[in-house]
Nanobody, 125 residues
Framework: HVQLVESGGGSVQAGGALRLSCQAS????????MAWFRQAPGKQREGVAA????????YYADSVKGRFTISRSNARTTAYLQMESQEPEDTAIYYC???????????????????WGRGTQVTVS
């Protein structure tokens, strides 16, 4: 039974920082593509960052490059999203997701992700 559980969301002032965590269970964590997506009010869900757990290779959406950092701990089967210099436009529900391979050309294609967490709210004011 695969589970992804996000934590670490909350409220922060503009310019502040938060770190999200995604604890995975029931999967072979060291051989996955883990990603963070977000959905802002009234907008479609979009990809934010992804990481190949085996190699540590990372991918970022242009809107967060230089501000967000995705990382993972294979020992803890957890993916992280460190968010710095946050902007009100970062306000959204953040979801983590997993898939078997990080297809670079389809890294934000949500239909390719097998498992999703329930999301955690991030509010930047």
């Amino acid at each position: 039974h695969v589970q992804l559980v996000e934590s670490g969301g909350g409220s922060v002032q503009a310019g502040g920082a938060l770190r999200l965590s995604c604890q995975a269970s029931g999967v072979t964590f060291g051989d996955l593509c883990m990603a963070w997506f977000r959905q802002a009010p009234g907008k479609q869900r979009e990809g934010v960052a992804a990481i190949v757990t085996g190699t540590g290779t990372t991918y970022y959406a242009d809107s967060v490059k230089g501000r967000f950092t995705i990382s993972r701990s294979n020992a803890r089967t957890t993916a992280y999203l460190q968010m710095e210099s946050q902007e009100p436009e970062d306000t959204a529900i953040y979801y983590c997701a997993s898939r078997r391979y990080c297809n670079v050309d389809r890294r934000w294609f949500q239909g390719d992700y097998d498992y999703w967490g329930r999301g955690t709210q991030v509010t930047v004011s």
